[in-house]
């Protein structure tokens, strides 16, 4: 796989670890409290990011087929494209957005259901980026919702920054819920 595409792989992975970490801080049984009534729990933080992921997913394999079928160029350039979303503030816990309805939480799903359903958008995240392996992916552009026209690799860097966004949101509420305890 060709470099770019390794570290990005990486870096979506490392944050999804994070995730986890953050997210066994709170007993499994808990899952679906709610540290408010205007917060997410866990279990809805994990629908919200499967819903992400699975959409990002599918447009990535989407486009890096339609590309190869195009024809369209190999990648010859090995420079980094980690932070070049950096200006976004993805991260900045400190501004609250509104998720789009597409990708809001339901609250139906169980904890297992939910965790199950993570580990298959990743997978399917994984299949789209192989799908893109070999090609210039930095010129192939789609609109996002709230970026507008990225490249893939943007696409696939939104993935990782938003869910390290949410690997803090986790961490709040497994605190919030711990320092609520039943």
């Known amino acids: 796989m060709h470099s770019r595409l390794n570290e990005l792989r990486d870096y979506v992975d490392a ?20 540290p408010a009534p205007d917060r997410w729990s866990m279990v809805e933080l994990f629908e919200h990011l499967y819903k992400v992921e699975h959409s990002c997913a599918r447009v990535i394999g989407r486009s890096a087929a339609e590309a190869r079928a195009a024809g369209h160029p190999p990648e010859t350039d090995a420079h980094s494209v980690l932070g070049s979303l950096d200006a976004v503030g993805l991260r900045d816990r400190t501004r609250r957005i509104q998720a789009p309805e597409r990708v809001a939480p339901t609250g139906t799903w ?73």
């Open 110 to 182: 169980t904890a297992d259901e939910a965790a199950d359903r993570l580990a298959t958008s990743r997978a399917e995240l994984h299949e789209a980026i192989r799908a893109g392996d070999g090609l210039a992916l930095g010129s192939v552009y789609q609109t996002h919702a709230r970026l507008g026209e990225i490249d893939l690799y943007r696409w696939i860097l939104f993935v990782g920054e938003h869910e390290a966004r949410h690997v803090a949101h986790a961490a709040e509420i497994a605190e919030q819920l711990g320092a609520a305890a039943p």
């Open 15 to 34: 944050q999804r670890s994070a995730l986890l970490a953050a997210a066994t801080a709170l007993p499994r049984d808990r899952w679906t409290e709610r």
